[in-house]
């Protein structure tokens, strides 16, 4: 005949301080079953030292005191230990969560250095004193064609547009992607 109780699958711990407060918990189920343990071998004792006979399986359970004892010890120490584990490494992600945070930002920013570095490229190529020197290659200038010349003015257009009351500034974000992209 089947049994109504189901066993309990163990859930299994991804993170390392999940797996500690995993064992923990296991720790602390035996140190209550070595209590209850203890309890009943004190109570064997109690019993001899009054004067009752107990059988032999009972004197060999009461020398095993000590055992429990120095296992219930042993398993505290331990639950120290991992608590102290399970803390360093939440203190650890934490740090690894914050240095992410700080690179993100900081990539954010180079980001958008670059932008504004292009942008005041173009905005100096858009005068005609620049422009005149980059037609004829003076001053150690590179010659650009008046088509390269065009070319960056549409860059320029993407990258400042002139924005009317109904246009949106969301639309030129993917140009913005596409530009750094190629930088």
Avoid: W
């Amino acid at each position: 005949m089947p049994s109504l109780a189901t066993k309990c699958e163990p859930v299994v711990a991804t993170d390392s301080a999940d797996m500690s407060k995993t064992i923990v918990v296991m720790m602390e189920k035996k140190i209550r079953n070595l209590e209850k343990r203890k309890g009943k071998l004190e109570d064997y004792r109690k019993k001899q030292s009054h004067g009752q006979t107990l059988t032999d399986e009972q004197l060999s359970a009461v020398a095993k005191l000590d055992d429990v004892l120095s296992q219930i010890d042993l398993l505290q120490d331990f639950i120290k230990q991992f608590n102290a584990y399970a803390a360093d490494v939440v203190k650890q992600q934490k740090k690894q969560q914050k240095r992410e945070r700080f690179e993100q930002i900081e990539n954010e920013r180079k980001r958008i250095l670059t932008i504004l570095q292009i942008q005041n490229v173009l905005n100096a190529l858009g005068e005609e004193e620049t422009r005149k020197v980059f037609t004829e290659g003076s001053g150690g200038a590179v010659k650009l064609e008046e088509t390269e010349l065009n070319h960056l003015d549409e860059l320029y257009k993407i990258i400042n547009p002139e924005r009317g009351a109904e246009e949106r500034y969301d639309y030129y974000i993917p140009f913005y992607d596409i530009i750094l992209l190629y930088i």
